[in-house]
């Protein structure tokens, strides 16, 4: 089946196609902040439900109790609830939306990866749990993600947004600056 | 219907399911699922997250602004400014997004669309996370004290009001993008 060429801003946005104009993906997740402030009063947020995950499967290992007394989790109890379901959906769309639109692949080492680092999926996969560490250690301590600073708190004109906004693609730059300096041979 | 609706109740949860299932699938429609997308914006290669993320902001603040001043909503959602724990946080987080090549909620969803290290990375996640409860105790008094402004908005530390805010942030978005529809390379051309 011959594919959408990607993004044009005029194309109407299909279900099936690869990709929509990133014009009109924004103007969506900005309609659905509006929805998600008016309907149930809450920020699009992220990190915090990923981290009340990791909340629960440690108590898997050192028991419920165990967990609910360190002073963190203990004012971010992991339990079921709002949140627990909005992130499961939010891959169970982007598999929806992946399966349709024929953009669903098995990926063990992206390209632009590949191009510079090889193609050894160990490398690849020990980079991706240090990233997922760092990201997600660094997004409790600034008390938000892409989704709860990057976008809830800079449309709400919150400084802490900003902020992280800044200092986030800053570094960002930087280490793909450090990191994708020389292609691999 | 009186709203807000409660998060807890069973109308609550389904609206949890539709929000998250229309990101889910704007996050994939919007190509910020592929790791070239994301690592290819620190490269000044894609402009496709900036646009999504400038869009986002201008039609989401747009909205949430208006109806706050009409009194539908109960009131902002601001985080507290702790000033180096942002910049800290905000550093780290931008390695770990060059890095893992994701964010949390785009991850979460690269992971759905079959990308077998974005599920590796989130088993990182899941270590940081378990780190960060760890080491709380000590980040809180050595880190999240330090610049402790409170919850505040530009509009409260500028003499700059809401109007003018929103009026210079949608003339920036509109010649960012201006300049970028200029530039010869195709900008959602990943290479």
Not at chain 1, 45 to 56: D, H, N, P, R
Not at chain 1, 102 to 131: C, D, Y
Not at chain 2, 108 to 123: N, P
Not at chain 2, 177 to 183: A, D, E, G, Y
Request: net charge positive; with cysteine.
């Amino acid at each position: 089946m011959e594919k959408q060429p990607c993004c044009e801003i005029g194309s109407f946005p299909r279900i099936k196609s690869a990709a929509w104009s990133p014009y009109i993906v924004g103007a969506g997740i900005g309609i659905l902040s509006w929805l998600v402030f008016l309907l149930v009063n809450k920020p699009i947020g992220m990190s915090t439900e990923v981290s009340k995950f990791s909340g629960w499967l440690a108590g898997i290992f050192v028991g419920m109790d165990t967990v609910t007394e360190n002073a963190y989790w203990a004012s971010k109890t992991p339990a079921f609830g709002y949140s627990t379901v909005f992130l499961i959906a939010t891959a169970v769309g982007a598999f929806i939306s992946s399966k349709l639109g024929g953009t669903f692949k098995k990926e063990l080492v992206p390209r632009v990866w590949q191009e510079h680092h090889g193609s050894s999926v160990g490398k690849r996969f020990v980079a991706a749990f240090i990233g997922g560490a760092l990201l997600l250690y660094g997004a409790r301590m600034a008390g938000g993600c892409t989704s709860g600073h990057g976008i809830s708190g800079t449309l709400q004109l919150a400084v802490s947004g900003w902020v992280f906004f800044i200092a986030m693609f800053a570094a960002g730059v930087v280490t793909a600056k450090l990191m994708f300096r020389k292609k691999a041979s | 219907m009186n709203l807000p609706i409660s998060t807890s109740s069973g109308l609550g949860l389904v609206l949890a399911g539709v929000f998250g299932l229309l990101f889910g699938v704007l996050l994939n429609k919007g190509r910020v699922t592929d790791y070239n997308v994301i690592v290819n914006l620190f490269r000044f290669r894609d402009w496709t997250v900036l646009k999504v993320m400038l869009t986002a902001i201008v039609v989401g603040g747009l909205g949430v602004a208006t109806m706050m001043s009409f009194g539908w909503l109960e009131g902002w959602h601001i985080k507290d400014t702790n000033l180096l724990g942002l910049l800290l946080g905000g550093a780290l987080f931008g390695v770990g997004m060059a890095v893992y090549g994701y964010c949390p909620g785009t991850g979460v969803a690269a992971v759905a669309t079959g990308s077998v290290h974005a599920l590796v990375g989130f088993g990182g996640m899941l270590v940081g996370g378990v780190a960060y409860a760890l080491s709380y105790p000590w980040v809180k008094d050595a880190i999240l004290s330090k610049g402790a402004y409170g919850k505040i908005r530009l509009t409260e530390i500028t003499p700059i009001p809401e109007a003018v805010w929103w009026i210079a942030l949608v003339a920036i978005a509109g010649g960012v993008f201006w300049l970028l529809s200029r530039s010869s390379k195709p900008a959602h051309s990943a290479s």
